[in-house]
């Protein structure tokens, strides 16, 4: 037998020996039903952010306000998180199972954080809030 061979045969055996490792099967189970549980809490919140009249207004207040700043003001979605930049300024919406959560950040520190109903809430508040810091 080659040493690969050999190599192989103990990578398997260490594969299988972990795959039948109770303890741990039980603990990766638990972390997806807990990943799952805190998914479908963030679930209502997280479509409301991606398809509500709100962020569209959002978009188009930091548009509006960052060209009267003479900045640029960039969006990205990442995963459920809507991020916005306007230069060292970052601002994140981020669904969570209460709720949506505006984090403001300046140079990659936290300045605030605050909570947002896309049913109540004013756009061109947050957005004049936001670039105003």
């Known amino acids: 037998m080659s040493f690969l061979d050999n190599l192989e045969n103990n990578l398997k055996a260490l594969e299988s020996r972990e795959q039948s490792d109770p303890e741990k099967v039980r603990r990766d189970q638990e972390r997806r039903d807990t990943e799952r549980s805190s998914a479908l809490a963030r679930a209502p919140h997280a479509a409301a952010l ?32 809507l991020r916005l930049d306007a230069g060292a300024k970052r601002m ?25 109903n896309p049913e109540s809430d004013d756009a061109a508040e947050l957005a004049r809030r936001w670039l105003a810091e």
Not at 52 to 76: E, Y
Not at 92 to 116: H, K, N, Q, Y
């Open 92 to 116: 994140e919406l981020m669904p969570t199972a209460e709720g949506i959560v505006a984090v403001f950040l300046v140079d990659g520190a936290e300045t605030g954080r605050s909570a947002v």
């Open 50 to 81: 991606k398809n509500s009249a709100f962020t569209s207004q959002l978009l188009t207040q930091c548009r509006t306000i960052g060209r009267t700043q003479r900045v640029l003001v960039q969006f990205a979605w990442i995963g459920e998180n």
